[in-house]
């Protein structure tokens, strides 16, 4: 018995250490996903021309149920090619659009197609066209059709070899190059997803991110020697070459995409995220060198990422993980890949305030929620971005508190930290403000891509992450602790859909939360309860009080009343936010102090708070004293604004 | 007279005349004051009676502050954390040396406390070139008599400032600076321009108000009409005695930079209600006050300065003159 019990655990520690050992290969044993879009790739960049020249062979297999005549892919650079494309277009409606140089452009050009068909290449490069079909925008050139000379039927696999050269942009939208530093994302020709009704392969939008299907990754970066080089999984093998380059194979499986990064300047840092019952995983940080005093920083909220999100949602299963600190005004920071995250800091960074802590974080966090859990982000980005930003208020939160407000001045370099602002989750991490000023901006359930440029973030982060925590204060952790924990489960390495989630929401509630979803998804309605009127007048020995809720916004939720009589007893009432007003009344010997709508903050969405309670009495005049108080800040800062200006007499 | 001997007789200058001091801050309380109560209005009647209101007064009640402004117009659009202690300061020097925009109420009132201080300095200067009490009614007599020409010297450097910012200012940061970092990925290499930018600027800025500053004591202490004159002549004091008259501006740069960091130390965060925050308050206006020395400090000294350069030492000698004698009368002895 006891031989069997050593022997056993022999097994369990020798399969360990292979997995772990397979795992800093590169390796998931067994395979997680599907594996129907791998990608062997060779790719060499000359950073004095900033080119890239590459050819790839892609193993594809039809997963679907129906043939297919057509491949699609995504030329995701040539939305930087000129400013006709859907992506500039949109760009420019509502932002500043920077002038762009010719030279700070990218291009994409695919030279070769070419498909085995029994063995024999068919070259497909003259059926090759580009076409829209989100906008119909005969100049964009994002996406590119060609033409198989037979359909591919269900379960058939297809080898593909493209060829393309590529202009490296001046950074934008987080790729390209400035100065020596160079992230390249979205590089390559990539496979749109193939669903029963048809290529889900959307053009590139200003507002919206990535979708591609799992596969094996085997990647052959060539640059300078001496660069160091970071990507997507881990590398296999370096080799020197005799015109002064090096190649790094890098290699990764079950991931939906590959991005990387070269520099000279960059320092290499490594640690190890241990915990009790989450695998291991090696950190490896390409620091900038003027953020080599930040490097723990990095390390210290990566794991905070892998442990919450680990405890919470599931386990990180690659073992290891490339954080990428860009380049100052790279403008490649914030952004997530398979295995490999941008963080984004400053030269002045003080501790108890956001950066890096609060990008690593919702970076690193995206390892599971975009790079575990698939979802398309041109079509749900609130699945990636908004779950994402939940999780990451709240590790953020466990994790670091307390945080305060900091801003920036003289040109955004210094910094200065109020240390009478504390951040807290709800309102500040959860991004309230942003999503106050525009609420209804778009409607969640549209297609994100639609959203309208520039403000769909607001509804894709920061209305997901408000719902989520109003979800968690309404129903309790457990059960939204549950819900994400079991979506991450059923749905990884997998694409899952909005019903998807929320049949999982309501399983893990035990109720049908559809109303929840139908206000906070379907409809872009505002949620605003308030206390329209609170009296309490003698009446013979007792208080007469009345209490009015109103519900000022066109969107429902139950809340509840509380109200408080002067010896501290309360009376509270569930209301279930349907009416548009509701009257209370009590006669009792003391008199009402307060009246609260959602007096627990239930309800986060709610865009005016200040109206949601009422005082009398004592309590009832500390406005005017707190109007005292702000003017005479406010006033101080006037003073000084008037002194600044008094310098040109 | 060396530049330190001018900062220690313009500090001495400024001191004798304690009523000065009182009245340029009594003049900032003023100028502020109605915005403030108008700011207050609106406060108290976003919060009513709203529970929202505790926190608020007893500290920084972030969400509602959020929400005020954005819902607040003119004003109320500009309370934020940021006028909280130091970071008020940074936020204005941050906002005036990258020429931020700031709503029109605002501007307005910086406009008409520029006039007020139009209208005083010919009292103040003359206070300071005569070096003994001029009394309210000769002090109001000045400024009177020479609101008229610095409105006109006013005019010359509103156009000289408005070329500053509103043509080299863009042209440093939105055009040169761009193109100097434009491939930096070093933020300390950015870091650097962008100070070195501010230098420039700095230097042009310090450069027109020394000529400016100069421009207005030889209007007062010779008497003069004209404001080109006088702006001339100042610009020739200034080349004449560019060492000390420049060492003299380093040094009351010097006061100016003393006062915040002294500031810096003990400003006042959000505090509550009650003692606390007219304690703040308090300290606040402290700080105020130490600016307004420092600016009229620039002024004594720079008086004493070009007195002691040209050699004008009857001027404090002299028998008391009769208005509306000019401080250079007093020198023709």
């Known amino acids: ?106 291009t994409m050009d695919v030279s070769s197609v070419r498909v085995m068909n029994g063995g024999q290449p068919v070259d497909l490069t003259g059926s090759l066209r580009f076409i829209a079909p989100d906008d119909g925008n005969a100049d964009d050139r994002t996406v590119l059709q060609a033409a ?12 593909i070899e493209i060829a393309w050269t590529a202009h490296v942009p001046r950074t934008i939208a987080r790729t390209g190059a400035i100065g020596n530093f160079f992230f390249i994302a979205q590089w390559f020709p990539k496979l749109g997803v193939l669903q029963e009704d048809g290529w889900n392969c959307h053009q590139f939008h200003s507002n919206t991110e990535f979708f591609s299907d799992y596969g094996v990754y085997d990647v052959r970066v060539t640059a300078p020697k001496a660069w160091p080089v970071g990507a997507t999984g881990v590398v296999r093998d370096r080799r020197d070459n005799s015109d002064g380059t090096t190649t790094h194979r890098y290699y990764q499986e079950d991931v939906h995409d590959f991005a990387w990064t070269t520099s000279p300047d960059s320092l290499e840092r490594t640690a190890r995220f241990e915990h009790p019952t989450l695998p291991p995983v090696e950190m490896r940080l390409l620091l900038r060198p003027d953020h080599a005093s930040q490097a723990e920083r990095h390390f210290d909220a990566t794991r905070a990422a892998l442990k919450y999100y680990g405890e919470w949602f599931g386990a990180y299963p690659y073992g290891h993980i490339t954080i990428v600190d860009p380049a100052f005004q790279s403008g490649a920071g914030g952004m997530e890949y398979p295995t490999l995250f941008t963080g984004g800091t400053r030269w002045f960074a003080p501790e108890h305030s956001d950066d890096p802590e609060d990008v690593v974080i919702h970076e690193a966090g995206h390892q599971f929620f975009y790079g575990i859990v698939g979802s398309n982000e041109f079509e749900d980005a609130w699945m990636d971005e908004g779950l994402n930003t ?5 590790a953020l939160m466990t994790w670091y508190s307390p945080m305060y407000l900091q801003q920036r001045y003289f040109g955004n370099f210094v910094p200065y930290v109020f240390k009478d602002v504390r951040l807290d989750r709800e309102i500040y991490w959860n991004r309230f403000a942003g999503y106050r000023r525009n609420p209804k901006i778009d409607q969640q359930s549209a297609p994100s891509y639609r959203y309208y440029p520039g403000l769909g973030t607001q509804t894709t982060y920061n209305k997901t992450a408000l719902w989520l925590n109003t979800f968690e204060r309404w129903l309790g952790w457990p059960v939204v602790q549950r819900t994400l924990s079991t979506y991450f489960e059923r749905w990884q390495f997998k694409h ?154 | 007279m060396s530049p330190l001997a001018a900062c220690r007789d313009g ?97 307005g009132a910086a406009g008409m406390y520029i006039l007020l201080w139009l209208f005083v300095a010919g009292g103040i200067i003359d206070r300071y070139a005569r070096d003994r009490a001029t009394g309210v009614h000769g002090f109001f007599s000045a400024s009177g008599v020479f609101f008229f020409r610095f409105l006109r010297l006013g005019l010359v450097m509103l156009a000289v400032y408005g070329l500053l910012f509103s043509y080299l200012h863009p042209w440093l940061f939105d055009r040169v600076y761009p193109r ?154």
């Open chain 1, 1 to 106: 018995m006891r031989y069997l019990r050593l022997s056993a655990a022999a097994s369990a520690i020798l399969a360990s250490c292979s997995l772990v050992s397979a795992q800093s290969m590169g390796q998931m044993t067994p395979p997680r996903s599907p594996r129907n879009a791998s990608y062997s790739i060779d790719v060499r960049l000359d950073p004095a021309s900033r080119t890239i020249t590459a050819s790839e062979v892609i193993t594809w297999r039809n997963i679907t149920t129906k043939p297919v005549d057509d491949l699609r892919f995504h030329l995701y650079w040539n939305a930087w090619r000129d400013d006709r494309s859907t992506w500039q277009r949109e760009r420019k409606l509502g932002r500043t659009v920077r002038v762009t140089r010719p030279d700070d452009r990218a």
């Open chain 2, 180 to 333: 100097l970092t434009r491939e930096v990925n070093f933020e300390p290499t950015a870091f650097f321009i962008r100070v070195s930018l501010y230098l420039i600027f700095g230097l042009a800025l310090g450069a027109c108000n020394l000529a400016f500053d100069y421009a207005k004591v030889r209007a007062v202490v010779e008497d003069r009409r004209s404001a080109l004159g006088a702006l001339a002549s100042g610009l020739r004091f200034v080349r004449r005695n560019a060492g000390a008259a420049v060492t003299l501006y380093l040094l009351d740069v010097g006061l100016f930079v003393i006062a915040l960091a002294a500031y810096a130390a003990v400003a006042p965060g959000a505090g509550g209600i009650g003692w606390t925050m007219w304690f703040g308050f308090a300290i606040a206006q402290l700080y105020i006050l130490a600016r307004l020395w420092v600016k009229l400090v620039f002024w004594a000294s720079e008086t004493a300065l070009f007195q002691g350069r040209l050699a004008h030492a009857g001027y404090v000698a002299a028998a008391k003159p009769v208005w509306p004698d000019s401080p250079a009368a007093e020198a023709i002895t």
């Open chain 2, 11 to 107: 500090i001495r200058r400024v001191a004798a005349a304690p009523l000065i001091l009182a009245g340029v801050w009594l003049m900032t309380m003023l100028a502020g004051l109605p915005l403030a109560l108008a700011l207050r209005g609106e406060i108290s009647s976003h919060l009513g009676t709203s529970l929202a209101s505790e926190p608020a007064a007893n500290g920084v009640n972030y969400e509602w502050m959020q929400e005020f402004a954005d819902q607040a117009t003119g004003i109320g659009t500009t309370l934020r954390p940021t006028i909280l202690g130091f970071g008020a300061v940074l936020d204005n020097l941050s906002a005036f040396l990258d020429n931020t925009s700031r709503p029109i109420v605002i501007v």
């Open chain 1, 496 to 649: 899952p859909k909005p019903d998807d989630f929320f049949a999982i929401a309501n399983e893990a509630a035990g109720r049908d939360l559809s109303p929840f979803f139908d206000q906070v998804y379907r409809s872009s309605n505002v949620f605003d309860y308030g206390i329209q009127e609170l009296r309490s007048d003698r009446e013979g020995d007792n208080y007469r009080t009345t209490v009015v809720a109103r519900r000022y916004g066109e969107a429902t939720f139950p809340i509840d009343i509380r109200v408080t009589f002067a010896d501290g007893q309360q009376a509270v009432e569930h209301w279930d936010g349907q009416d548009r007003w509701r009257q209370y009344t009590y006669d009792r010997a003391e008199r009402a102090v307060t009246a609260e709508a959602d007096p627990e903050h239930v309800l986060l969405l709610d865009v005016n708070a200040t109206n949601n309670s009422r005082a009398l009495g004592p309590r009832g005049e500390l406005g005017t004293k707190a109007a005292t108080k702000w003017s005479l800040k406010w006033m101080i800062w006037l003073q000084d604004c008037l002194l600044s200006w008094s310098m040109f007499v």
């Open chain 1, 390 to 394: 939940f999780g990451e208020a709240r």
């Open chain 1, 148 to 159: 198989l000379p037979q359909p591919a039927a269900p379960g058939s696999t297809l080898t």
